[in-house]
Structures are given as C-alpha cells and as structure tokens.
C-alpha cells in the first residue's frame, strides 16, 4: 500500500494539474487545426443581435449575413434589416490569406449616404454599439496567425467540455495597440478544434471580456455555434449574437460582396 501510495504522490508531483503526460500539439499546431476546420464554400443566415446595458436596458438588431471562400480568401457581408433606423446599414470585409496584405473592410452607413473604409489601425475599434470589434467580427470563429505568438499553456473545459488553452500574445506593442488586447486565451475544444470561450485583457493586462461560443452543433455536416455571448468586464454591457436559417447548401451570389450591394442592399 505504500509502494501505491509512494507511485500516486509521484504521478501528481509529475503532473500537477492532471495531465495525462501526452504530449500538447504547439499553439501554432492548434491555431492551424482551428482554421482548417470545415467552414463550407459559402453560407447564409440570419443573425439577431442583442446588446444589453449593465442597467438591463437591451437593444435588439436583426441582420442578414453572408461569408463565402475564395480559394483562402474569406469575404463576408452583413446587411441590417432592424430596427428602422438603422435598416440599411451594411458591412462588408475581405480577408486575404497573405500576413503582407492588410484585409479590407467597408461600412455603409444610409444616413450619411457614404461608404466607409476601416484601416487597419481602427479594426480595434467596437463594431457598431456591440462588444465585438471590427477584428472580433472579422475572425469568426477562427485565428489571426500574423498578429499574434501562440503558446499551448495547459487543459481545462467550456460548459463541460475538454479542452487546450491556447495563448495568444501581440507579436508587437503596434499590433496591441490596434487590436486592443495584451493578451487573449483560448480554450479550445479538441475534439472539433472550434474555440468555445476567449478571454481577453487590455494594454494594461486587465480582464477586459470575455467570449463564449454556444449552442454548437452540425448543420449540413458543418459545426457551427447558434450562440455567441461576450460580457465586457469593465462596463457591465453585454452581446448576444444568435443565429437561424444557417445554409451551407443554397449558394451565395457573388455580387453580394461587393461595394456596390453595400449602398444598394440585400434582395432575396
């Protein structure tokens, strides 16, 4: 009994957080198997948006939204259907597979008549009264590989399930800066290698939000979150992005992404 007991107290010395002893896959590994995930070439659905004060007061935004590949280039619409005063509001995005080449992005705004370009440096910025950024809205459910050094710092779970940690470090104060983040951590579930929470801290290394992706399950095959929620810590407010009538089947119109269809809107 001794021996036993002798063999278990070195196994947790070993092992202190209950590792298995199995070797981790490297951050740069994990963020690879993130973006390789099956997204499909193109998708529709619908997205309502809840933004809530720390008061309770909440906002409600219907939108249409779009994504399709390019090859590795992903470009992705969103179309504002309500409420009426901002019905018409669009945002369109191009990221490009090459870390050289700074993605485009666009804002429409109908009350202004004018289409916006966003610059790199202002992809930190909130994205149209939500707790996500420009950049947020961007990624999706994937990772920048050119911002950030990526480190694999140990195991934990998200609503129960098993994941690896990953570390995502701003490869330089610049980038922080335009991101908005010192630092973000990821648990990522291993078994479909799709994030389920991130949490991120500011330039000062303070909790800033915090990220859960939800309700995830198969449509046409393809894993996809119906739920994502952010809190910001410093302010109390909060978002809710919740999503229906996903298709991976039905084919998305090239002409939606474009400038053009920013001004003129979406048609079924």
Known sequence: MNTLLALLAATF???????SGTELPSGDEIARRINERDEGLAVSRQVTMEMTEASGKTRIRETQGFRKYYG????????????????????????YPEPEHDDDQWLYLPALRKVRRISAADRGDYFLGTDFTYEDIKLETRVSLKDYHRNTVGESEADGVHCLLLENLPVSQEIAEELGYSKVLQCVDDRIWMVRRAQMWDLKGQPLKTIHFRDIRQVQGIWTPHLIEVVNHKTGHRTRF?????????GVEDRIFTQNALKRGWRR
């Open 13 to 19: 010395f070993i092992f202190p957080d209950g590792a």
């Open 72 to 95: 590795k280039e992903k470009r992705t619409m969103i179309f504002y259907q309500s409420p009426r005063s901002i019905r018409g509001t669009a945002f369109l995005t191009y990221d």
């Open 242 to 250: 919740r999503f229906a009538n996903v298709d991976y089947q039905a």
